[in-house]
Each structure stands twice: as C-alpha cells, then as structure tokens.
C-alpha cells in the first residue's frame, strides 16, 4: 500500500491540472481579500467568510481532479494493469491511492489556509473591527473540518472512478455529490421551519435522501473564528463520526466493486 501512496504523492505533485486548480485557489484568496473592502465596519469577517468559501471550493477541485487524474485515467489508459501486477490485494491500491490524496489534500488545505490568515489578517488595512475574527485554534479546527469534507468528496469519486466506463463521469458527480451534501442542511432547516404548504410535500423526499447523502454542512464550523460561537462538541463528533462512516462505507464498497471489475 505504500507504494501506492508514494506513487500518488508524486503523481499529484507533478499533474499539470493540478497546477491551474491551484492558480485557481490563489485567485480565489485575492477576491477574499477585495471583498474586503465592500464591508467597511467588517471586512475581516467579510474576508474571513468568502476565503473559506473558496478554500472549501479548491479542496473539493482538488478531490476530483486528484481522483481522476490517479485512477480515473489510470482504467481509462489501462496503466491500472501495471499495477495490479504487484502480488498484493486490489484493494491496497485503491486505499493507497485515497490516502496519498488524503496527504495531498492536507498539504493543499495548509498552504491555502496560510494564505487565506495572511490576507485575513491584512484585510481592511488597519481599521479595527468591533468583533475581532479568530485566526487561532478555532481557525485552524475549521479548515481542518473543511479538510474532512474534501475527504468525503473524494471517497464518494473513487468509488464511482471504480466502477465507471464514462471518464468524467465521477468529476461531474463528484461535484453535484459536493454541492449537494452541502446544501442538504440548510434545506431541512428550511423545511423543518418553513410554513410554505407550497414546500411541504417535499419533506418526506428530503427525509429519504437525508439517509442516503451526508450532511456536510456539519463540518462547515465558520461562525467559530468568525463571531467566536463556539460549536457544540457533541455536534462536531457528530459531524466526524458521519464523515468517518461515510468514507468507510464507500471505501469498503469501492474495495469490493474494484476487486470484481473485469480489465480486457
């Protein structure tokens, strides 16, 4: 398995679609630090809120791309087959891969979240707000759930990279599992407090889709660093333990559809 997640490692670092996901991310870090000045009594929060927004947008590209360029195409190219010449079980190279790109994520979400607290921290000049952001330990827990979220993102594209014939297939469902895991809270929360009869026949079907797809909301802990509204730890835990059952869950089904897949 280490093999595998060496190869990863350098596989990633070198791709080329890589590189402008990066650029992108590095852009997205400077419209943070613009939208600064459209909130003149509260442009760290301001920043602060839009740089995380982009950070979790990057980290998901980051995901997908990873997924695609390192065993995506590898099936689509036949290049698995090198691989699977090695006198070890399947599923070591599809965990391998899922945990080089865990460390490449981390390295991304370190290095995006440094540059998303420099410009927070430059944001607004020196105008000092009523309520200071938290660029600490509750800043750091934040990108770190982000980091998690991206996680999930990239198990749920692995699984559908293993049993996929349509190469683009798990960026483009990858990133609607993405959006919508995202949304789903915020939907039921609506739902749950809406009196729109317009609306109501749509519970049930949110309730049902609630057991299948992952709140990811859950692990968006912004308003920590932002206001200082500490979250509560049992919904933190919550949100991880979903997560971790989640990525296992799809990881374990992976394993299994990768294991029966026939490469003529």
Known sequence: MGTFLLSAWRAGM????????LVLGILLMGVAWLSAAFSPRAPKTVALDVGLSGLRFSLVLFALFWIQ???GREIEKRTVLFALTYPVPRGQYLLGRFLGVAGLLALAALLLGLLLWLV????????????????????????????VDA??????????????????????????FAVAGKSLGAVMEYLAKGDDPGVAYLKPLIDR????????SRLDWRPWPMYGLTPDASAVSAGLLMAATYCGLLLALAVVKFNRREFE
Do not use: C, H, K
């Not at 070198?14 to 996901?21: D, E, H, P, T």
């Not at 430059?122 to 770190?144: I, R, S």
């Not at 996680?151 to 609607?176: E, I, N, R, Y």
């Open 209 to 216: 889709i609630a057991w299948v797809l992952p709140d990811l």
């Open 14 to 21: 070198r791709s080329r679609s890589i590189q402008g996901v």
């Open 69 to 71: 360029e390192l065993v």
């Open 120 to 147: 927070v921290l430059n944001a607004g000049g020196g105008y000092q707000q009523a309520f200071a952001v938290a660029p600490g330990e509750a800043y750091w827990l934040t990108v770190f759930g982000l980091w």
């Open 151 to 176: 996680l999930v993102v990239a198990a749920f594209a692995l699984l559908l990279a293993s049993l996929s014939t349509v190469p683009m297939l798990p960026l483009a469902l990858g990133l609607a």
